[in-house]
């Protein structure tokens, strides 16, 4: 059978066995969970996660000092400052009064943990490594004392 | 001009041409996309104007991180929008169903609509008012806005225009 080559000279099969050497290479530094490396223009932020309708008291098993990552990519995003909830809120509408109000349920609330880490900020971005963190994204956070899908509810930079 | 064996004038391949072409092509298309001028006239280029964008029915924790000073971008193409130069907070309101089958536009407590007015610098050819060289705001479309500390997904163009 003729071999095909491009332009006589190139083999397609290598062309894209590069390409797919490139592609892993690429799939594992995104997905690697480095520790975390504090570059020369960093600077110290705070940010609170909010994980919605945890059973009331999951904040009391959440200790300062723990390691806090990012569930998806493994991510070491800083470590836990602080921990509290507070009563969880969900919409009811008040018929007699014509207002959607915000009613707290009994045995939930929301867990807020407080992170602290170093992060390279710029207009754009709060970066902390390969993760940005922005007040009302959706994050998937763990460390050793929980794991849970909230968002992040304030960003502060020290 | 093609020979027997598929070469042009006995010394390029066709079927090499063609994949050149085509590479040629998509890489020529995604050029200009990024950097070529629409079609029309340039009335103003490097002008001021205002974009004001709506986030309905947020929680007060987003509010608070939206300050006057922030830069904020679009978040697909990173591309900045403005400066943010006013904040207007208002009560936001949603349909409100109700058990004898009516329905009303009830007040959400908690809940809150931001209007966040930004000072832009773009051009305005043939009346539309474009950032980032290509990117026209148009009021009423959706749009993504981030800023350091703040993404707000749901953003509507509310108003955009050359005074507040």
């Known amino acids: 059978m003729r071999k095909y080559r491009l332009f006589g000279l190139i083999n397609p099969v290598d062309v894209l066995l590069v390409i ?3 592609l892993v ?25 909010e994980l919605p309708a945890r059973p009331e008291g999951f904040h009391e098993g959440i200790r300062p000092g723990g390691v806090v990552f990012d569930s998806v990519r493994g991510l070491n995003i800083g470590h836990v400052v602080d921990a509290y909830g507070l009563p969880f809120l969900e919409d009811a509408p008040d018929e007699a009064n014509n207002v959607i109000r915000r009613g707290a349920v009994e045995g939930l609330e929301f867990t807020y943990i407080v992170v602290e880490a170093w992060a390279v900020v710029t207009d754009y971005a709060t970066e902390i490594g390969q993760y940005v963190v922005r ?19 304030s960003v502060e930079h020290m | 001009m093609i020979d027997e064996k598929g070469r042009l004038f006995k010394r390029v391949s066709v079927v090499d041409l063609l994949i050149v072409l085509a590479f040629v092509a998509v890489l020529a298309g995604f050029v200009y996309r990024q950097m070529a001028p629409s079609i029309g006239v340039i009335i103003r280029a490097d002008e001021r104007f205002y974009v004001t964008v709506q986030g309905a029915g947020i929680r007060h924790f987003i509010v608070d991180a939206v300050e006057v000073g922030d830069v904020m971008y679009r978040r697909h193409s990173r591309q900045p929008i403005g400066r943010v130069v006013d904040i207007r907070v208002e009560t936001a ?5 109700r058990t004898d089958g009516t329905a009303v536009l009830a007040p959400m407590e908690g809940r ?15 009346e ?31 108003f955009v225009g050359e005074r507040p």
């Open chain 1, 25 to 49: 290479v690429w799939a594992g530094y995104l997905f690697s969970a480095p520790q975390q490396v504090v570059a020369d223009n960093a600077q110290r932020v705070r940010f609170t996660i």
């Open chain 1, 20 to 22: 797919l050497v490139v």
């Open chain 2, 93 to 97: 309101y949603d349909v409100m169903l």
């Open chain 2, 128 to 158: 539309r008012f474009l950032v980032g060289g290509n990117d026209h705001i148009a009021r009423g479309s959706e749009i993504e806005l981030v800023s350091n500390r703040v993404f707000l997904p749901t953003g509507e163009v509310y």
């Open chain 1, 135 to 153: 007040v009302n994204q959706e994050i998937a956070a763990r460390s050793v004392d929980f794991a849970g899908l909230g968002f992040i509810t």
């Open chain 2, 112 to 126: 809150y609509d931001i209007f966040i007015t930004m000072e832009s610098a773009g051009s305005i050819r043939d």
